[in-house]
């Protein structure tokens, strides 16, 4: 056994100096209060430890913080550096864009106008015979005729009204099935 660098032997010397300087009836209250310092010194140290470890911690998490704060400040300086980028970039395109459109107006009001008045679509009737999506056009710009919905026929009428192909109502007389029979 070591205590604070002392040996089994050496405490039994200090032991045996204490009892001849103090005497067999002071001993056991100076004991008492060496144990007691004893027990504070450890409890003080115990405390120490504690505190510097607690005190350690929190300096390495200042040290974590300090780290990922410049880490945030380093990803803003990019993403700033990013928008600036786009900002000009944009900027260029837009620029760009506004160059063509001027340039494809100025194209467009600069394209010489045909000589004779008619339309391409005329032109392509004279010059090539109807095809599929000539006729389709022309079937699909004629207006359908018009139709007339005549009313339901009613219990004794015998005369039945219809529409031609023409638009004209005709008249026309039909027998019903019990008087076909009763003729």
Do not use: C, H
């Amino acid at each position: 056994m070591d205590f604070l660098g002392v040996g089994v032997a050496e405490l039994i010397f200090i032991f045996i100096i204490a009892l001849m300087v103090l005497g067999p009836r002071r001993l056991p209250g100076y004991a008492a209060k060496a144990g007691k310092m004893v027990r504070d010194l450890r409890n003080m140290s115990q405390g120490l430890m504690i505190e510097w470890q607690r005190e350690l911690a929190v300096a390495t998490r200042i040290e974590e913080l300090e780290e990922t704060r410049r880490e945030l400040q380093e990803a803003q300086k990019l993403l700033r550096d990013t928008q600036q980028t786009i900002t000009s970039e944009t900027k260029q395109v837009a620029k760009e864009t506004s160059q063509v459109v001027a340039e494809t107006s100025q194209a467009i009001s600069a394209k010489p106008k045909p000589a004779n008045k008619t339309s391409p679509a005329s032109d392509l009737e004279q010059k090539s015979p109807p095809s599929e999506t000539t006729a389709a056009v022309s079937i699909e710009s004629e207006p359908p005729p018009p139709t007339q919905i005549s009313p339901a026929p009613q219990p004794g009428d015998d005369k039945k009204k219809s529409t031609n192909g023409s638009g004209k109502t005709e008249t026309t007389a039909e027998l019903s099935s019990a008087e076909a029979i009763n003729e």
